[in-house]
């Protein structure tokens, strides 16, 4: 017999004994989880299901947006909005927030989302996921007149209270932080559960694996030409050992190999687009991930400052991305402080 917990086991836990995460908190990423399931059923039918290929449509930041895009979407939202513990959800793929109609109940979280990361991987068969954060509305006394916002969502990633993200990969994984470590369940199909297949996730502080999108090399700024010149030198040069690269265009995909196995990930600020800080956004791709990361022992950053510290001024903020193995997000982080220093 298996001893292993469900997920819904583990959230239980979290409320009852723990006391980490009220009921409602609890059932609205059950909530989540089941969406993900849906989401999950949609990618494996593939061709079968007609989900593969563009939809005709941009979403708001400009990108062509896939059939999956919407579909993905579209389930979380039909799935979380009757709930009664949502007060709005903001998505990658909408260009405002989206209120809890007033025919269902309100509730006192925010939930933001990527609903499917890694579009450019979906007609490929290559992994996917959805990336997920919650936080709480601010004023959440039930006798508020004020309406939630989208100034609501403008907290720092340091105040999620929830985090997570689901890979459609070989294996379906949904990867979660309620602030108590990262737990992985992986679904179990035939019995239609998530089923705990790592607990306590810890990434090794050293690597010698690291990721980042090589073509845009001639854009970057000096201290990410530096830290990646260093790496390729290998055992040749001051860093004194080889490393490997992986880079598979998916955050998710990326973020579940160095939550796996260590590593560090980066999209920096590059000079193609000077004035955008980077290509990620920071409530649906960066703040969920660099919790996870943080509460697997490793670290984020911008480059600069922790990422978990900015307070976003916009729902479709960018930001620049340095997270993984700690050492290695400290080396880079210096390297960044250090040129700064010079100018
Ligand atoms: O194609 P590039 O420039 O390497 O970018 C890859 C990055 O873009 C993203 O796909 C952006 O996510 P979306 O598919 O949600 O837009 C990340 O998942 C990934 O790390
Ligand atoms: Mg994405
Ligand atoms: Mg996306």
Avoid at 187 to 202: K, N, P
Avoid at 220 to 225: H, L
Wanted: charged share 25%; net charge negative.
């Amino acid at each position: 017999m298996s001893h292993r917990i469900s997920l819904t086991r583990y959230l239980v836990e979290q409320q009852r004994e723990h006391g980490r995460i009220p009921p409602e908190l609890r059932l609205l990423l059950e909530i989540v989880a089941r969406a993900c399931k849906r989401i999950a059923i949609s990618v494996n039918k593939g061709a079968l299901g007609e989900v593969l290929g563009s939809a005709e449509s941009e979403n708001v930041q400009g990108e062509v947006q896939k059939k999956l895009d919407i579909i993905a979407n579209e389930v979380l939202i039909d799935a979380n909005e009757w709930g009664g513990h949502l007060a709005a959800m903001a998505s990658e793929e909408m260009e405002n927030i989206h209120v809890v109609p007033n025919r269902y109940p309100q509730g006192e979280y925010l939930l933001m989302f990527d609903p499917l990361d890694g579009s450019s991987n979906i007609d490929v068969n290559v992994s996917i996921g959805t990336i997920f954060s919650v936080l709480k509305k601010p004023n959440d006394d039930p006798k508020a007149i004020e309406p939630v916002s989208e100034q609501d969502f403008m907290q720092a990633g340091s105040q999620q209270v929830a985090a997570g993200y689901c890979v459609y990969g070989p294996q379906t994984t949904l990867v979660l932080t309620v602030g108590d470590g990262v737990a992985m369940f992986t679904l179990d199909r035939e019995q239609g559960s998530w089923v705990m297949t790592a607990d306590q996730v810890s990434i090794p502080e050293d690597t010698k694996e690291f990721a980042i999108n090589m073509s845009n090399m001639r854009h970057w700024d000096q201290p990410v030409k530096r830290y990646v010149d260093e790496c390729l030198a290998g055992k040749d040069g001051v860093r004194g050992k080889d490393f490997n690269m992986r880079w598979i265009a998916s955050m998710v995909a990326d973020v579940h190999r160095i939550l796996t196995r260590g590593g560090v990930f980066m999209y920096p600020w590059d000079k193609r687009e000077p004035n955008k800080p980077g290509k990620l956004r920071l409530m649906y791709e960066a703040n969920p991930m660099s919790w996870l990361i943080e509460q697997a022992g490793g670290a984020a950053t911008n480059g600069r400052q922790r990422i978990l510290d900015i307070k976003p001024t916009e729902l479709h903020q960018r930001v620049s991305v340095v997270l993984g193995s700690k050492n290695e997000v400290e080396r880079i982080t210096a390297y960044h402080l250090e040129a700064d220093a010079a100018q």
